[in-house]
């Protein structure tokens, strides 16, 4: 499989960046997290991706990008079946994941050092690494950070630092789970005109209803395993009032 990560992706229903198609899973045989699910992202979209804690919405973003084993359903990266460990790998790159807890991102000596590992695995030279690296730290307002160690960060810096990590990697679909959570409100306003700025389509986890107003163009809601794009429901969900 070949997946042509350059170039500019047509917004229509044949050229979905990310198509689900009956997707299931379960942790327990019987008790279904989520239930023959289907949905796309295309480009330019910026959707949000709703629900009760619980309801299986980082389930979700991990077998997008084959953190956990499919057990029913296929996923797509424009329009090629992802069936493998090889295509997750590169599934890894054209979608990248920015994990609820910042740790699970950031291990390396310093914030530098994690922000250059991604682009050291795919191929690029030290030299060439640390100056991406340094262009997007200093593009996040974090390059006083570059030689701290993530462990002595607050964590709204670790927040930031991860999200640096996954944008130098140039992906094509920013998976964003609880992106403002530990942030003021400056880091959060900074946050939004940074998301607001990028091409890249996102689907974004989120209790924050004002962040995901200010930023979404539509949302998905996960409930009792069902995905559902109903605008009555999802605004029932929220607290809307209809008018």
Same mark, same amino acid.
């Given at each position: 499989?070949?997946?042509?990560?350059?170039?500019?992706?047509?917004?229509?229903?044949?050229?979905?960046?990310?198509?689900?198609?009956?997707?299931?899973? =379960?942790?327990?045989?019987?008790? %279904?997290? *989520?239930?023959?699910? #289907?949905?796309?992202?295309?480009?330019?979209?910026?959707?949000?991706?709703?629900?009760?804690?619980?309801?299986?919405?980082s389930t979700l973003f991990q077998l997008l990008v084959g953190l956990l084993p499919m057990q029913g359903g296929e996923i797509f990266a424009l329009s090629e079946l992802m069936s493998d460990e090889s295509d997750f790998v590169k599934m890894r790159e054209f979608a990248g994941l920015v994990f609820q807890d910042p740790d699970d991102q950031?291990?390396?000596?310093?914030?530098?050092?994690d922000v250059m590992f991604g682009p050291l695995n795919q191929g690029y030279s030290v030299k060439q690494a640390?100056?991406?690296? =340094?262009?997007?730290?200093?593009? %996040?307002? *974090?390059?006083?950070? #570059?030689?701290?160690?993530a462990a002595d960060l607050s964590g709204g810096e670790k927040r930031l630092v991860a999200l640096a990590?996954?944008?130098v990697m140039q992906p094509k679909v920013l998976?964003?789970?609880?992106?403002?959570?530990?942030?003021d409100s400056h880091s959060k306003k900074r946050l939004i005109s940074v998301l607001a700025s990028l091409d890249?389509?996102?689907?974004?986890?989120?209790?924050?209803?004002?962040?995901?107003?200010?930023?979404?163009?539509?949302?998905?809601?996960?409930?009792n395993a069902n995905l559902t794009a109903d605008e009555s429901v999802i605004n029932s969900h929220l607290g809307v009032k209809s008018v």
């Amino acid at each position: 499989m070949k997946l042509e990560w350059e170039g500019t992706v047509d917004c229509d229903l044949e050229n979905a960046l990310i198509e689900v198609k009956h997707l299931s899973h =379960q942790y327990k045989p019987g008790e %279904l997290i *989520l239930d023959n699910i #289907s949905f796309s992202i295309h480009s330019g979209e910026k959707i949000a991706l709703v629900g009760d804690n619980g309801a299986g919405k980082s389930t979700l973003f991990q077998l997008l990008v084959g953190l956990l084993p499919m057990q029913g359903g296929e996923i797509f990266a424009l329009s090629e079946l992802m069936s493998d460990e090889s295509d997750f790998v590169k599934m890894r790159e054209f979608a990248g994941l920015v994990f609820q807890d910042p740790d699970d991102q950031l291990f390396c000596p310093s914030v530098l050092e994690d922000v250059m590992f991604g682009p050291l695995n795919q191929g690029y030279s030290v030299k060439q690494a640390a100056k991406k690296s =340094q262009e997007m730290l200093e593009r %996040l307002e *974090l390059s006083h950070l #570059s030689q701290r160690m993530a462990a002595d960060l607050s964590g709204g810096e670790k927040r930031l630092v991860a999200l640096a990590a996954v944008l130098v990697m140039q992906p094509k679909v920013l998976l964003l789970d609880e992106p403002t959570n530990a942030l003021d409100s400056h880091s959060k306003k900074r946050l939004i005109s940074v998301l607001a700025s990028l091409d890249q389509a996102m689907l974004i986890i989120s209790h924050d209803e004002d962040f995901l107003a200010r930023l979404t163009t539509r949302s998905l809601f996960l409930k009792n395993a069902n995905l559902t794009a109903d605008e009555s429901v999802i605004n029932s969900h929220l607290g809307v009032k209809s008018v």
